[in-house]
T-cell receptor, first 115, second 113 residues
Framework: KNQVEQSPQSLIILEGKNCTLQ??????????LRWYKQDTGRGPVSLTI?????NTKSNGRYTATLDADTKQSSLHITASQLSDSASYIC??????????????FGTGTQLKVEL | SQTIHQWPATLVQPVGSPLSLECTVE??????LYWYRQAAGRGLQLLFY??????ISSEVPQNLSASRPQDRQFILSSKKLLLSDSGFYLC????????????FGPGTRLTVT
């Protein structure tokens, strides 16, 4: 069964500090892994997307890593800002017969950045 | 540029009443379209997806249905809502070819009372 597990479930950090969110998955055959940021009451917004051959990708202060061997990914946020407060969702895509893909969503890490 | 719209933004409906949520995409043609539901503390659950007009695939059997009457219009419906239908409904689109990226709409918060 395809699963995506994220940790921690929630996190509180002070503004300006760094943090790392974790994602472990058991999805096959693996196609790609995505990180989304979802503000409360809004739709998710894509931060990064990585395929099997990519092990790191950055988007501003967000850096995602992927270890396809251990089936782990992390999202590192540098110099956090109050606006980083949101839910961060890890999504893993599996290839399906016929050329499509099927997404498995994690439940997200709820990040709160405080002064 | 492409944009995706959903309405209404929030909805409060009594049990047993009908439902119609609408999603439209601008600035692209022949997109793949998706309906998701997000319950509190749970990951997004894919409800329906469509690769073209009139083509609907259901992922989870339930009392909801979807239709795609036009290329860039996706509608989620129910004849009789249940309490368990409460949640945050998200529409998403993806280019028909050449991209993994999926773009989400702003969502509709549905509360069934």
């Amino acid at each position: 069964k395809n699963q995506v597990e994220q940790s921690p479930q929630s996190l509180i950090i002070l503004e300006g500090k760094n943090c790392t969110l974790q994602c472990n998955y058991t999805v096959s055959p693996f196609s790609n892994l995505r990180w989304y940021k979802q503000d409360t009451g809004r739709g998710p917004v894509s931060l990064t997307i990585m395929t099997f051959s990519e092990n790191t990708k950055s988007n501003g202060r967000y850096t995602a890593t992927l270890d396809a061997d251990t089936k782990q990914s992390s999202l590192h946020i540098t110099a956090s800002q109050l606006s980083d407060s949101a839910s961060y969702i890890c999504v893993v895509s599996a290839e399906v017969t016929g050329g499509g893909n099927k997404l498995t969503f994690g439940t997200g890490t709820q990040l709160k950045v405080e002064l | 540029s492409q944009t995706i719209h959903q309405w209404p933004a929030t909805l409060v409906q009594p049990v047993g009443s009908p439902l119609s949520l609408e999603c439209t995409v601008e600035g692209t043609s022949n997109p793949n379209l998706y309906w998701y539901r997000q319950a509190a503390g749970r990951g997004l659950q894919l409800l329906f997806y469509s690769v073209g007009i009139g083509q609907i695939s259901s992922e989870v059997p339930q009392n909801l249905s979807a239709s795609r009457p036009q290329d860039r219009q996706f509608i989620l419906s129910s004849k009789k809502l249940l309490l368990s239908d409460s949640g945050f409904y998200l529409c998403a689109w993806r280019p028909g070819h050449g991209s993994y990226e999926q773009y989400f709409g702003p969502g509709t918060r549905l509360t069934v009372t």
